[in-house]
């Protein structure tokens, strides 16, 4: 009876606020899930991988490098990791920032002297995810702080998932150190979308919008 069950839907009702709250935090899209992703044989590797890393962060593959194009998935694909590690555990520290957001972070911590406010968000995280990482390439100072926060991240066991727009041995000005670090984890291209996959992503879409088309 409802009685019964209201205990239940209240668990439930904390739940969603539960995983709602983490992925406000983690600056993670609300679409951006795997529900939402067009899978086709351009993408269907990347799509397991990601799948995998989600079902076993820190454990399968340490650091998950998704590569390609612009508008092919990999934000996207990304944060789907995000998104389905904190279904499963909400108290995960899940971070998603783009390479250029992380300069601007440890160059402000530079300036106003807060490195060790900045150490303490990034290190701890269970979950980095990292979109556009060529950014970082010729600037010494933040390849210097990230070499260090993947080190501590891996070291715990976390997951690491980056973006790029081309493989780390075509990243301009990247660090053999950092170079080797991201060789060293799986690495994924992403393929232009053909015809019946952007045909797919369209209804997806107007679906979500509740178009008719």
């Known amino acids: 009876d409802s009685a019964s069950l209201g205990p239940l839907f209240s668990q439930i009702e904390d739940e969603v606020k539960g995983y709602n709250r983490a992925v406000g935090e983690a600056k993670l899209r609300p679409d951006f899930t795997?529900?939402?992703?067009?899978?086709?044989?351009?993408?269907?590797?990347?799509?397991a991988a990601a799948q995998a890393v989600s079902r076993s962060p820190g454990k399968m593959y340490h650091l998950l490098f998704l590569y390609g194009g612009v508008g092919v998935g990999k934000t996207h694909l990304m944060q789907a990791v995000g998104h389905r590690i904190l279904e499963k555990n909400p108290e995960a520290k899940v971070i998603y920032c783009s390479g250029e957001q992380f300069t601007n972070e440890i160059?402000?911590?530079i300036q106003y002297h807060t490195t060790a406010e900045f150490r303490k968000k990034y290190r701890p995280t269970d979950v980095l995810l990292i979109d556009d990482i060529q950014f970082i390439g010729g600037k010494d100072k933040v390849q210097e702080e990230f070499f260090h926060t993947f080190n501590a991240i891996h070291q715990e066991g976390g997951q690491i998932v980056m973006t790029s727009d081309k493989l780390p041995?075509?990243?301009?000005?990247?660090?053999?150190?950092?170079?080797?670090?991201?060789?060293?984890?799986?690495?994924?291209?992403i393929q232009k979308p053909s015809f019946e996959l952007r045909a797919a992503i369209v209804l997806i879409k107007?679906?979500?919008?509740?178009?008719?088309l």
């Open 34 to 47: 795997f529900e939402h992703f067009a899978v086709s044989s351009t993408n269907e590797m990347a799509y």
């Open 206 to 212: 107007s679906k979500a919008w509740g178009m008719d």
């Open 107 to 109: 160059i402000e911590a």
């Open 169 to 189: 041995k075509e990243i301009t000005g990247l660090e053999d150190r950092l170079r080797s670090r991201f060789e060293g984890g799986l690495t994924i291209d």
